[in-house]
């Protein structure tokens, strides 16, 4: 039986997924602590042993490919001149890559900001500012202030292109940098694929720093990306097919993790309705943000920072809890597992939180405006009301018996009625952890990793189990 192996090293579990190319089905998948403090290859080795019990014939793995969020994942310093237009498009940049944007600057950088940069735990940075022929003051004189402080992270250079040749002489033997093309070479364009590939070149480069990643290369084939580009490029086949194979139309993927909430959504996010006009930077098709302070456990108390009292009482009974007791427990031990009644009922508050919250920050909105031609709309951000799918995927949803009632608060009320979020979706789950694996198998066989999505991303109703469960498609 000839076989792809799909790794995904996670920053809490390492995942494996072994996919039979013929039957274009999934022979068996596992799990494992991913051991990133001792050697990630103890965990791999875990997963890959749990995995062949589970195998009955004799295998051929004829490729083996991963990715991974390890160490924390890519964790990103985004520099541009304005906050609403090249600060923003390098953070966009960063996020396509998969990466967490830890700090967003603009204009020219003080010495206490570069300090703070330089003491930060960031990986990599994203240096850019000014349209192709427009300012070139910010971006050398950023360029300067990175060098005299001796940064010793990578940069990534993609501003203004009339720049490049002296960022090169101030950069030259001081710090490791490479140049790309600018993210916004005029106004409202935003061209975010060159800097993004490059963000993804160098992680692959530097991912082997895990304790016992070089190992591990020397048995795959590859490691191809971050998790999160991988769960990115997933939706985005699905979505939009391929020239053999038809996608599903727009949808977003809503992602609950033990940190983050990451929101992608794949569409062009144009206004639904008359007269409304566009305002700001053009949105990209597939588009992701991450909330870093949405998560299930390690940022559980921002949760209760974000949502309050009167939020978490929209989706709790919050009458027999102590929150900030349950909220802190949940921070205090991350690997608290939740089995009474009462403690998964307060987990799914939870969800439902991150998932109202990352949405709204993930959506367009639109304000009304007055002009000589009587009233319109101004829309800024991407408009997802008429949206097809919303699908989840991460530990809380997967697990729940009740997945449709979390995703359902990631839609549109009249609580909010600017909000552009999904009006009325049709929800999906991602039962099987599949969509690191197919963002993996879509860089190898786009059209197989299509009819695969089809096939395991089944629909899920207000209380779904196994005998329920259909196939969405």
């Known amino acids: 039986m000839d076989c792809y192996l799909f790794i995904d090293f996670g920053s809490t579990y390492t995942k494996v997924t072994l996919i039979d190319i013929e039957k274009e089905e999934i022979v068996a998948t596992s799990k494992a602590y991913t051991t990133v403090e001792t050697d990630v290859t103890i965990g791999y080795n875990n997963a890959l042993e749990k995995l062949y019990t589970k195998v009955n014939k004799e295998v051929n793995i004829v490729k ?53 940069i330089k003491n930060s735990n960031a990986d990599m940075i994203l240096l850019a500012g000014g349209t192709d022929g427009g300012n070139t003051e910010c971006i050398t004189y950023n360029a300067g202030m990175l060098a005299k402080h001796n940064i010793q992270i990578p940069v990534v250079v993609a ?164 929150l900030e007791e349950e909220f802190n427990k949940r921070y205090n031990n991350t690997s608290f597992i939740s089995e009474s009644e009462k403690d998964i009922a307060f987990d799914e508050g939870m969800a439902k939180v991150c998932a109202d919250i990352s949405m709204k920050r993930h959506a367009g909105r639109v304000e009304p405006i007055y002009s000589p031609l009587g009233s319109m709309y101004s829309q800024t951000g991407k408009d997802l009301m008429e949206l097809s799918y919303v699908i989840g995927t991460g530990g809380i949803l997967v697990n729940s018996k009740n997945p449709a009632d979390i995703l359902k608060a990631s839609t549109f009320t009249m609580d909010d009625p600017d909000s552009l979020k999904p009006r009325n979706p049709k929800f999906l789950i991602d039962k099987d952890y599949i969509l690191s694996a197919m963002g993996l198998l879509a860089m190898v066989d786009e059209n197989m990793a299509v009819r695969m999505l089809k096939k395991y991303i089944v629909e899920c109703g207000g209380n779904i189990d196994e005998s329920k469960e259909q196939k969405a498609y």
């Not at 390098?90 to 600057?105: D, E, F, M, N, S």
């Not at 409202?188 to 991912?207: D, G, H, L, W, Y």
């Not at 062009?268 to 597939?286: C, D, M, Y």
């Open 159 to 322: 501003g203004n292109k009339s720049c490049n040749d002296e960022i090169e002489e101030i950069f030259n033997s001081k710090i490791e940098y490479y140049i790309t093309e600018n993210v916004m070479p005029n106004l409202n364009n935003i061209n975010v694929i060159p800097a993004r590939e490059t963000i993804r070149s160098i992680f692959m480069k530097q991912i082997v720093n895990a304790k016992g990643m070089e190992h591990v290369e020397e048995s795959i084939s590859e490691i191809l990306m971050p998790t999160p580009a991988s769960v990115l490029k997933a939706a985005d086949v699905l979505s939009r097919g391929t020239k053999d194979e038809d996608g599903i139309g727009d949808l977003v993927v809503v992602d609950i993790g033990g940190a983050t909430t990451d929101i992608h959504s794949i569409g062009e996010g144009a206004p639904s309705k008359p007269s409304v006009v566009l305002r700001g930077l053009e949105e990209p098709i597939a588009k992701r943000t991450v909330e870093g302070d949405l998560g299930m456990r390690y940022s559980a108390t921002s949760v209760y920072e974000a949502a309050g009292n009167r939020m978490m009482k929209k989706y709790l009974d919050i009458k027999n809890y102590d």
């Open 64 to 116: 083996k490919l991963a990715c991974s969020s390890a160490a924390g994942g890519l964790k990103i310093v985004a520099i541009g001149l304005v906050p609403e237009l090249t600060a923003e498009a390098a953070k966009r940049a960063a996020l396509g890559a998969g990466a967490r944007v830890i700090k967003t600057y603009s204009h020219n950088l003080n010495n206490s900001e570069v300090l703070e």
